[in-house]
């Protein structure tokens, strides 16, 4: 009686498995296929075989790809005044560089006229010793009549594979300039959500004519966003697109010119209020003749341009003696408002708005009622009868739950009662309008308990209300 043993075959690459380049099927092959083969795929494989005696074999190959790019040129002028004698001496620098494999190797030509070191005491080419082999540095010293010409830079793997030579051409002339430009914009730029803004780019200098090209903070300009010559077009604008846009011109020559602007869309958002009762009493309620402060607060883009006017019961409302209206500093707590009540009156009971507005307009305002009356009490929180411990199984969906009274109800934020474990859509805190916390398709890392809290927001500045439940979620 024998025993067949089959053989397992892997394939593996130096920085680890080749499993996430290929198709997992090629990698347990006698023969690994990479098809349309990149030059970040070179380097060493390992063909593993093993069939549960002894030790694997293993042998490698390695495989080397070969490739040449087109070459560059970039051009650095420097011109120094000599102290002795009335003229300016100019050097030019031409730097050709070029990616391959293997090393690449230049020739630099003016003309037909082919450049060696020493062969003109006018010329000098060299490597930068911190790039060896990966760039050639011509340089022009003081230049005469005959450097302004064609100049070419060869770069040769020495038709290794049969890859041909390549080259690139750059005319040297005396109007030889790196790039200037211009933004005929202003900056910032602010505009409301939904207008056109055409952001308008010139050349002002540089030869040979640079390319202009537009970028953004963002990392990429948005997808409906046209570029037309030096004109940036970005049709009805949105807050998402707001961000620093930069005008680049390049032409090899010098460092590329750039010019940058913002833009700032404008935007009002977040409405929110808390009612801070007198500090200097142990209780939270709100009682007559004591001081109450409302604090409005909004968040608007630009700050600047955020006003806030008050209203009770729908007539506006005055700073004076008893209801003192501050603005606060923007540095301290942007976009806020408070409106100090001193020595509450059962006549100061009514609805307080709090409206919130930009100078620029366009914008919607946003109004904020604070219902101020014998009936404002501060929360109180509470987990229902049976809703804690909350046993559930795998893949259910699930409401954890804690009633909140009060008046006005604030929000509710909840978390995980240990403060490293994120909730279950991956945030570390969640807020609810009615106390509910619902999650879908729960599994067994959601067990544990959970904290629901009063917020500051829409309710009283008060200590924070706590409660605990627990959820258990059972395996199949």
Not at 83 to 108: D, G, H, I, M
Not at 126 to 140: C, D, H, V
Not at 295 to 310: G, K, Y
Not at 328 to 348: C, E
Request: net charge neutral.
């Amino acid at each position: 009686m024998s025993t067949l043993f089959s053989s397992q075959i892997r394939w593996t690459k130096t920085a680890g498995s080749v499993s996430d380049r290929f198709h997992d099927s090629s990698v347990f092959n006698q023969t690994l296929n990479i098809a349309k083969i990149l030059r970040t795929q070179g380097g060493r494989y390992y063909c593993k075989a093993e069939n549960g005696l002894g030790s694997p074999a293993i042998k490698s190959i390695r495989v080397d790809v070969y490739y040449l790019d087109e070459p560059t040129v970039t051009v650095h002028q420097s011109i120094g005044e000599a102290k002795e004698q009335f003229y300016y001496e100019r050097t030019v620098f031409l730097r050709c560089v070029a990616n391959s494999n293997p090393p690449v190797r230049y020739s630099w030509h003016r003309g037909r006229e082919v450049l060696t070191q020493g062969s003109d005491k006018g010329v000098e080419i060299y490597e930068p010793f911190f790039t060896q082999g990966e760039t050639k540095i011509l340089k022009l010293k003081n230049l005469r009549p005959q450097d302004y010409a064609n100049y070419s830079c060869v770069a040769s793997v020495r038709n290794v594979c049969a890859i041909l030579d390549r080259s690139v051409i750059f005319k040297l002339t005396n109007k030889t300039a790196s790039p200037s430009i211009k933004l005929l914009v202003e900056d910032p730029i602010v505009v409301n959500p939904g207008q056109t803004v055409s952001l308008v780019c010139i050349t002002t200098g540089g030869e040979p004519p640079p390319i202009l090209t537009w970028i953004c903070s963002n990392d990429s300009l948005p997808q409906r966003s046209v570029v037309k010559g030096g004109t940036l077009t970005l049709p009805a604008i949105t807050s998402d697109e707001a961000g620093v846009y930069s005008c680049v011109a390049s032409n090899s020559v010098g460092n590329p010119a750039k010019k940058s602007t913002t833009i700032v869309v404008r935007a009002l958002k977040k409405g929110r209020f808390w009612i801070t009762p007198d500090p200097y009493h142990n209780d939270d309620n709100i009682q007559i003749g004591r001081e109450v402060k409302i604090s409005c607060q909004v968040e608007a883009t630009p700050p600047e341009e955020l006003t806030f006017s008050w209203l009770k019961n729908g007539r506006a409302l005055r700073s004076s003696e008893r209801m003192v209206i501050t603005q606060t500093d923007p540095d301290i707590s942007p976009g806020t408002t408070n409106l100090d009540i001193i020595d509450l009156k059962f006549t100061d009971f009514g609805t307080y708005t709090c409206v919130a507005a930009l100078k620029g307009g366009g914008i919607p305002e946003i109004s904020i009622d604070v219902n101020i009356s014998s009936t404002t009490v501060p929360p109180n929180l509470t987990v229902p009868r049976g809703k804690s411990p909350l046993v559930t199984r795998e893949g259910d969906t699930v409401e954890l739950e804690c009633l909140v009274s009060g008046k006005p109800k604030p929000i509710i934020l909840w978390s995980r009662a240990d403060k490293e474990v994120p909730m279950p859509d991956g945030s570390m805190q969640m807020e609810s309008y009615d106390g509910v916390l619902r999650i879908v398709n729960v599994s067994r890392e959601m067990t544990g308990s959970y904290r629901c809290q009063t917020s500051q927001y829409n309710g009283f500045n008060v200590k924070p209300r706590e409660a605990e439940v627990e959820l258990i979620v059972q395996c199949e």
